[in-house]
């Protein structure tokens, strides 16, 4: 033990003797070679020093400001010389940033940056505001920070647009709820907070959102672009789509065809089986969809909760014996009960 | 030819800059970036993790890093925030219902000290699902003014499905970069 630490030392003396000789050689070598050229490092050291200069500069214009207050004209005058010089400050770092290390930059960026505040306080403060301007924004972003986050997140409700007549159910319980939608244009559909429906949707959409449904069972035509499925508990979903993303799912079967792998996140007790939707056409929604070729994806999902090589546990291959067979609307046609 | 000009002239041969794409899951970034380079957009699978693609966009290089949106994930973002030039902030226009998470996402992705000098590109994605909300209503959700004095930013109304205002985004954010780093010949 001793042995190794005495080594170690041994070592450590080189090293230093090694280090102090390079010190030695290379404070000898501007002597030997006059006229080399500027290296990098110098020309770094030397925009550093008239960067650092011209700062201090505008720190000073920057606190004389307070001193000629008084006189409206002189402050803005004031005021411009001082952007100018912050302006002129920012192009030498733009000329000098082929050569600057890019720390160099970032810093030289974040003090200009910092310069262009403190001017912009001072303008604010010292300039009084003109009768049109915007006297509620100040006030409103200040709430907005100091609101609790509660609060903070209700805000963006109050200037939310109000588009609710975009098509999908919500609020609704224990109801046969059926939308037919073959041969007109449908963008996004929604279903939001349901609770023991059965949901049918005939024909294809753009974009599905599911949120908040328990005891459901949802079966929907192809959906061309994706399906986002956020908080369901025990139900059944069988959908047809190019990309699928499933979050806080619960005792949930999915029956899917989809394109790229399907998703799962803080999810568990999710079982997967193919496809097995039914209706009059639905062939040609598929093929127009290009959801008509079995992609076996169904069965390739991936629990972004379970990163390792080994199957996850929050989902599972739903047993043949256990799935629910083919389901076809058009057969249920004289159930319909249209609300 | 002394060695400032050799080192000068590598520095503006190379031109290039680091473009982050963030954004809730299903915004749409991978297939963005994968329509811009032309590429096949019809199987893209939820990002696990993240893809780098480098682009020539006119004189440029662009390293542009897609990283995946997933709530589990989001935390990772972090470690790709270092020498960010161009921030690319993808919303998906049709999902009304998670605005309130795209807004504090983004608010807390703009408090990063690292990202401060990054031009930010906001994307309204998916302009082409009817029901969308356009680029104007998005920035007054996600109270983009409120940086007029801080940041260069810039939003734009696009559709990764048609390809319709990526490259008007992309102009913009390449531009507004080489403006700050390069200057403009």
């Known amino acids: 033990m001793s042995d190794h630490s005495s080594t170690a030392m041994d070592e450590e003396a080189e090293k230093q003797r090694k280090h102090l000789a390079m010190v030695e050689r290379l404070s000898k070598r501007p002597q030997s070679r006059p006229n080399k050229p500027e290296s990098s490092s110098e020309s770094t050291s030397s925009f550093l020093s008239r960067f650092s200069d011209l700062k201090t500069s505008i720190e000073t214009q920057l606190a004389q400001s307070h001193s000629i207050a008084s006189d409206a004209a002189q402050l803005k005058l004031h005021f411009q010389n001082t952007s100018q010089s912050i302006s002129n400050l920012e192009k030498l770092v733009a000329e000098n940033s082929y050569l600057l290390p890019s720390y160099d930059v970032r810093t030289s960026l974040k003090t200009i940056d910092d310069l262009k505040h403190s001017l912009q306080n001072l303008t604010s403060t010292l300039i009084p505001k003109k009768k049109f301007s915007f006297k509620n924004k100040p006030t409103k972003k200040d709430s907005a920070i100091h609101q609790p986050p509660q609060n903070q997140i209700a805000t963006p409700h109050s200037d939310f647009p109000t588009r609710r007549d975009s098509p999908g159910f919500a609020n609704k319980t224990g109801e046969l709820l059926i939308e037919k939608l073959r041969g007109s244009e449908v963008g996004e559909f929604a279903l939001s907070d349901l609770h023991s429906c059965e949901v049918r949707v005939i024909g294809s959409v753009r974009a599905l959102f599911v949120h908040r449904l328990r005891d459901c069972r949802v079966y929907v035509g192809p959906v061309t672009g994706s399906v986002l499925i956020e908080e369901a508990e025990g139900s059944i979903f069988v959908l047809a789509s190019h990309q699928i993303r499933i979050h806080a799912a619960k005792r949930s079967d999915f029956y899917l065809r989809v394109r790229s792998r399907p998703i799962i996140e803080d999810s568990n007790g999710v079982r997967f089986a193919p496809y097995c939707l039914r209706y009059e056409g639905i062939e040609e929604d598929l093929r127009g969809a290009g959801l008509d070729a079995e992609t076996g994806n169904w069965a390739n999902v991936d629990d972004f909760r379970w990163l390792r090589a080994v199957q996850s546990p929050n989902w599972s291959i739903l047993p043949d014996n256990e799935r629910i067979g083919v389901v076809d609307l058009s057969n249920l046609k004289n159930e319909d009960k249209e609300i | ?185």
Not at chain 2, 50 to 61: D, G
Not at chain 2, 89 to 106: A, H, I, T, Y
Not at chain 2, 146 to 174: N, P
């Open chain 2, 1 to 185: 030819m002394g060695l400032l000009s050799i080192i000068r002239k590598m520095k503006r041969k190379e031109k290039e800059m680091r473009i982050l794409m963030v954004g809730l899951d299903n915004s749409g970034k991978t297939t963005i970036v994968l329509k811009i380079n032309g590429e096949d957009t019809s199987v893209i699978s939820p990002t696990l993790g993240f893809n780098i693609k480098t682009i020539t966009y006119q004189k440029y290089t662009l390293n542009i890093w897609d990283v995946g949106g997933q709530k589990t994930i989001r935390s990772y973002w972090r470690n790709y925030f270092e020498q960010t030039d161009g921030l690319v902030w993808v919303v998906d226009s049709s999902d009304l219902r998670r605005l309130d998470d795209c807004k504090f996402e983004l608010d807390n992705l703009l408090k990063e000290e690292r990202l401060s000098g990054a031009s930010l590109l906001i994307l309204a994605n998916k302009q082409d699902i009817k029901g969308a909300l356009t680029p104007e209503e998005i920035a007054k959700v996600l109270n983009l003014e409120a940086m007029d004095k801080s940041r260069h930013w810039q939003i734009v109304g696009c559709s990764a499905y048609t390809g319709e205002g990526l490259l008007e985004g992309f102009d913009w954010l390449v531009h507004d970069i080489a403006s700050r780093i390069y200057m403009l010949d």
